[in-house]
């Protein structure tokens, strides 16, 4: 059964310190997005993308945060500058239409340190 | 600020009884509804989605929806131990956006 693949499954990192969290979607969906969940707290939206480009994103997605789709199967999130605050599990997902359901990836749990 | 409610349980079920889970959202304008199921530690998995009016049934699983009152539930009949899991309620807007608004999820034990 295809599905969305993250890696790497858990990354520490110090404060400061650029994060790159890598995302292979299902093959054949057209959009792409990020959630996370901060540590017994709600699932929340950061951003979507399609046809290369973001489509929406959330009041939590500043600046110091960018995706990108370098090929055709990746799809990456850089946060350049991490804080404390941005240690949570960040969830990939796909879907092969606009406004049906999304599949997501297993996770990547991000320490900041 | 777009909200979707649900009670955060724990909500205990003997093996083989119905589970209900009930989730409320704030906007209208919402259109579609989603139910996850997700383990400790483990990312969301979809069960079924509802878009319109009524009742949806996918196997043990009934998902029921009220645009009038704002109302989504989950049934699960003949609930197994594997049910254990948090539920999570997830609402996508009408007005072309893409994002789920979660809510913090339901979380259900099913004692054998």
């Known amino acids: 059964e295809p599905e969305v693949t993250q890696t790497p499954s858990h990354q520490v990192t110090q404060m400061g310190q650029e994060v790159i969290l890598r995302c292979v979607p299902i093959?054949?969906?057209?959009?792409f997005y990020w959630y996370r969940q901060i540590l017994g707290q709600k699932v929340e939206f950061l951003v979507s993308f399609y046809n290369n480009e973001i489509s929406e994103k959330s009041e939590i997605f500043d600046d110091q945060f960018s995706v990108e789709r370098p090929d055709g199967s990746n799809f990456t999130l850089k946060i350049r500058s991490t804080k404390l605050e941005d240690s949570a599990m960040y969830f990939c997902?796909?879907?092969?239409?606009?406004?049906?359901?999304?599949?997501f990836g297993q996770g990547t749990r991000l320490t900041v340190v | 600020q777009k909200e979707v409610e649900q009670n955060s349980g724990p909500l205990s079920v003997p093996e083989g009884a119905i589970a209900s889970l009930n989730c409320t959202y704030s906007d209208r304008g919402s259109q579609s509804f989603f139910w996850y199921r997700q383990y400790s530690g483990k990312s969301p998995e979809l069960i079924m989605f509802?878009?319109?009016?009524g009742d949806k049934e996918d196997g043990r699983f009934t998902a029921q929806l009220n645009k009038a009152s704002q109302y989504v539930s989950l049934l699960i009949r003949v609930s197994q131990p594997s049910d254990s899991a948090t539920y999570l309620c997830a609402a996508r807007d009408r007005g072309g956006s893409e994002k789920l608004v979660f809510g913090k999820g339901t979380k259900l034990t099913v004692n054998p």
């Open positions: 509802i878009y319109s009016n």
């Open positions: 997902a796909s879907s092969d239409r606009r406004s049906t359901e999304a599949f």
């Open positions: 093959s054949n969906h057209l959009y």
